[in-house]
Nanobody, 123 residues
Framework: VQLQACGGGLVQAGGSLRLSCAAS????????MGWFRQAPGKEREFVAA????????YYSDSVKGRFTISRDNAKNMVYLQMNSLTPEDTAVYYC?????????????????WGQGTLVTVSS
């Protein structure tokens, strides 16, 4: 499975961005998917995840209430709507496919990773 993330860019604090991630195969539709991010000098951290049906979502405390993850299995796509962005959200954002239908918050639970898309939030 190959993943292609896009939608990153430069935005002012308080603004919004929508990230998209395309999976190359329908295999991803049977697995959970997640978004992680990595800021310069920091470890990759969990942002959000969604189970294989899209019926269950998970968020880190830092983005809960501001970000929304969704998926369209017919299109092999997963999305991350990011609102009320702050400079602390600046990072490279990665999408990933989990090992099974229910994702986790640990990078070790994910099998395939996209190349990342850079989000920069200016103050």
């Amino acid at each position: 499975v190959q993943l292609q993330a896009c939608g990153g860019g430069l935005v002012q604090a308080g603004g919004s961005l929508r990230l998209s991630c395309a999976a190359s195969r329908r295999t991803a539709s049977n697995n959970g998917m997640g978004w992680f991010r990595q800021a310069p000098g920091k470890e990759r951290e969990f942002v959000a995840a969604i189970n294989w049906t899209g019926g269950t979502t998970y968020y880190s405390d830092s983005v809960k209430g501001r970000f929304t993850i969704s998926r369209d299995n017919a299109k092999n796509m997963v999305y991350l709507q990011m609102n009320s962005l702050t400079p602390e959200d600046t990072a490279v954002y990665y999408c990933a496919v989990s090992l099974g239908p229910y994702p986790g918050r640990d990078t070790g639970r994910y099998r395939y990773w996209g190349q990342g898309t850079l989000v920069t939030v200016s103050s």
